[in-house]
């Protein structure tokens, strides 16, 4: 196996094992670094998650290390809308944290599209 992928992960993590391929998911996107799949509870029309393949637990466990990969992120999210579909906009959040509504914890980013969205979120 390449070093490059030779990836750090978490014991019992459902994202790392979903990255891994132990786990099903419908992708919409992979590369070497990112996996993008679809929410298994949407909450919008389009609703994709994008997922760095090393485990890194939140947006507040990344380092400066991550900078490179947490642009890619961002990049692979607009990269999904745009092959989705999402031309009249779409919203990119990450929740953190136990206040910031996270329940999976393996930083994910949600990409979510096909409807109109509110402000504030709730
Ligand atoms: P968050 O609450 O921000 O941590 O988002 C976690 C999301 O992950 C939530 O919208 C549901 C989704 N999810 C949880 N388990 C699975 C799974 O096994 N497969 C897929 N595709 N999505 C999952």
Known sequence: MASSTLLRMAADCIFCRIAAGTIP????????????FRDLHPVAPTHVLVIPKEHIASTA???????????HLLLVAAKVAEQEGLAKGFRVVTNTGA???????????????????TWPPG
């Open 25 to 36: 998911s419908t992708k919409v996107f992979e590369d070497e670094r990112v996996l993008a």
């Open 99 to 117: 206040d910031g509504g996270q329940t999976v914890d393996h930083l994910h980013l949600h990409v979510l599209g096909g409807r109109s969205m």
């Open 61 to 71: 466990h990344a380092v400066e290390t991550h900078e490179a990969l947490l642009g």
